[in-house]
């Protein structure tokens, strides 16, 4: 089994709080929420980060992981007060897991720039 955190939860090797999945994808809270609602969706298979989307298959991986989260941000009732998808990439960006995942914030209000 790979030591990757985020394909183990995928396999559901370690457990997590799963919250929606599809043939393709897997939404589960993260540990430690950065807000009320705080998910992070990932697609099955290993993409280590959106820079490595720039493909065919990438393409299809990226639009089938985001699909995920916005069913994920209507299904924990962020439509109407708004959310934030987030894919942090690389190290500025601070990115900490190097398995694709798209974080799905909301239920409070947001700053702009980011930190
Ligand atoms: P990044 O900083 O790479 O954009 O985000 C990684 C996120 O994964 C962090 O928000 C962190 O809290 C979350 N995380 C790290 N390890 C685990 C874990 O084992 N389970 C869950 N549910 N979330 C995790
Ligand atoms: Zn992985």
Same mark, same amino acid.
């Given at each position: 089994?790979?030591?990757?955190i985020f394909c183990r939860i995928a396999a559901g090797?370690? &457990?997590?709080t799963l919250l929606a999945q599809s043939e393709h994808a897997v939404a589960f809270r993260d540990l430690? &929420?950065?807000? &009320?609602?705080?998910?992070?969706?990932? &697609?099955?298979?290993?993409?280590a980060s959106a820079?490595?989307?720039d493909s065919d298959a990438g393409e299809l991986?990226?639009?089938?992981?985001m699909r995920l989260a916005v069913q994920v941000a209507k299904q924990l009732g962020l439509i109407e007060g708004g959310y934030r998808l987030v894919c942090n990439s690389g190290p500025d960006a601070g990115q900490s897991v190097f398995h694709l995942?798209?974080?799905v914030l909301?239920?409070?209000?947001m700053s702009w720039p980011p930190g």
């Open positions: 089994m790979t030591d990757c090797a370690i &457990p997590a430690n &929420p950065q807000a &009320p609602s705080h998910a992070l969706v990932i &697609p099955r298979e290993h993409i820079t490595e989307t991986a990226l639009g089938r992981t995942h798209v974080h909301g239920g409070r209000r």
